[in-house]
């Protein structure tokens, strides 16, 4: 990011910074940046300051103070830190960040982040892309870059932002359960490059190592699994409850009747089980490492 002469940002290619555009489909996400801005304007004009004055004072350029106020734009950390420094917010302003850098991801993804925050316990079989929890950057670059209809910048950036922030479930206490398994295919297929793959596959071992977490892979030779309907997830919660999904079960819809989530968990425990063990598992991430 660099900012120009009259304090708007801009990235690389002189556009605004991608990724801070509010998505219009998101209603409850645009309610909460508008009425962001609406604090904003009224704390700048408390503070008798235009748009343009507030903006030299923070570094930011009259037109986009104008576009946060105005909802258009989701403001950054920074703009709120130095904003509720100037007008004499007290820590008002500065306090919305949490509630902003929420609705920046696309509302999918907020959801599935708030139940994977909850959660106690993970288990998900995937079968044609690694797991989004087990991705690096560049691999989820490059799978975003190649999807039809392409992302447009500021899509990518988006989804990319919400899909790293979700791993901070590595970093939770009480740590959770998680387990994956991964279909061969997905670890020999060379997604952004042979160095991104050799990346990749280095974060696997990283993550395969934690106490918490176990990896498996599925051998391209079995000849057959309860898997190969499609991918299966299941989350477990403290107080018992759980919910799943499966492209090969229910439509493919969220369910947490108790007769629908045993049938996946019948279905994931055998695939676990058909699976190589977490300790040959790593061994093979090891040697597909050294053949790259």
Known sequence: MTVVGDGTEQGDGGADEP?????????????????V???????????????????????????????VEGGRRIPRPEFLDRTDEVVGAGGKLAAMKRDVAEVRYPKKVRELAKLEAKAVQVEAYHHHNINGLLQTEDHMRALFASWLPAYTLEEMERVMAARMARRSIFDRDPLPSLSFVQEEVT???PVGGAAARRAQLERLLEVGRLRNVSIQVMP???EEHPGTGGLIEVLKF?????????????SG??????RQLRILELRYGMIRAQALS???????????LGES
């Open 220 to 222: 391209t030779h079995r």
């Open 253 to 258: 819809r969220p369910v947490s009747d108790p």
């Open 19 to 35: 990724g801070w555009e509010v998505d219009p489909d998101d209603e409850s996400g645009a309610a909460v940046v508008a009425a």
């Open 187 to 189: 670890l020999r297929r």
């Open 37 to 67: 801005g609406r604090q904003i304007r009224a704390w700048r004009e408390s503070a008798g300051l235009r748009a343009g004055e507030l903006g030299a004072a923070i570094g930011y350029g009259e037109d986009l103070v104008y576009k």
């Open 278 to 288: 977490p300790r040959e598992s790593l061994a093979f991430i090891e040697q597909l």
């Open 238 to 250: 403290p107080d018992g409850s759980a919910v799943g999904r499966s492209e090969g079960a229910f």
